[in-house]
T-cell receptor, first 117, second 115 residues
Framework: AQSVTQLDSHVSVSEGTPVLLRCNYS??????LFWYVQHPNKGLQLLLK??????LVKGINGFEAEFKKSETSFHLTKPSAHMSDAAEYFC???????????????FGQGTILTVHP | DTGVSQDPRHKITKRGQNVTFRCDPI?????LYWYRQTLGQGPEFLTY????????KSRLLSDRFSAERPKGSFSTLEIQRTEQGDSAMYLC?????????????FGDGTRLSIL
């Protein structure tokens, strides 16, 4: 079984300040982890993915995430928030089942990021 | 690459009616997934296809729900005898088959409202 816990349902930052969105995962297998972003009434856009290569993963729009196996965490960060970053962010885990990589995704509950001018 | 396309974007219907949604995946993608997202929640997996074969269905997919991908290209999701609890955003995603887990690319979804 696999699961994801996003530790904050809402995060509020000022424009130009750092962003930290926290995620802990649980997986019976070596996990693949993703962060997706969703703007209102839109689908999900992939920000970045971790698939057992480098533990520090760089994504689009200046976001990055660090995989820490000892802490079972995959927190998303950005050095300087922009107004356009305001959206909902989902931490997602996918694993291997029976040796077949079918990629079923398990989503966290989401973190709504608000950016103040 | 035109991305994943879903139609319609919005559907309003009365309880008890049948509805059908369509998803056109990215053309070279052979895996197609359906998810449901209710307000304030993350998406939940419903079912997935590899080419035309439906390989897994979630327990969320009651017998009122049926999905098809007849030619391994577009897919349809039908809900019969809709209920209030079916109100949600229905998301489609597609991916390639490859080594390891391939990222899924999502459409903008179909928002279903049951009156």
């Amino acid at each position: 079984a696999q699961s994801v816990t996003q530790l904050d349902s809402h995060v509020s930052v000022s424009e130009g300040t750092p962003v930290l969105l926290r995620c802990n995962y649980s997986s019976s297998y070596s996990p693949s982890l993703f962060w997706y972003v969703q703007h209102p009434n839109k689908g999900l856009q992939l920000l970045l993915k971790y698939t057992s290569a480098a533990t520090l993963v760089k994504g689009i729009n200046g976001f990055e995430a660090e995989f820490k196996k000892s802490e079972t965490s995959f927190h998303l960060t950005k050095p300087s928030a922009h107004m356009s970053d305001a959206a909902e962010y989902f931490c997602v885990v996918s694993g291997l089942a029976g040796g077949t990589s079918y990629g079923k995704l398990t989503f966290g509950q989401g973190t709504i990021l608000t950016v103040h001018p | 690459d035109t991305g994943v396309s879903q139609d319609p974007r919005h559907k309003i219907t009365k309880r008890g009616q049948n509805v059908t949604f369509r998803c056109d995946p990215i053309s070279e993608h052979n895996r197609l997934y359906w998810y449901r997202q209710t307000l304030g929640q993350g998406p939940e997996f419903l079912t997935y296809f590899q080419n035309e074969a439906q390989l897994e269905k979630s327990r969320l997919l009651s017998d009122r729900f049926s999905a098809e991908r007849p030619k391994g290209s577009f897919s349809t999701l039908e809900i019969q005898r809709t209920e209030q609890g079916d109100s949600a955003m229905y998301l489609c995603a597609s991916s390639l088959v490859g080594v390891g887990v391939q990222p899924q690319h999502f459409g903008d979804g179909t928002r279903l409202s049951i009156l």
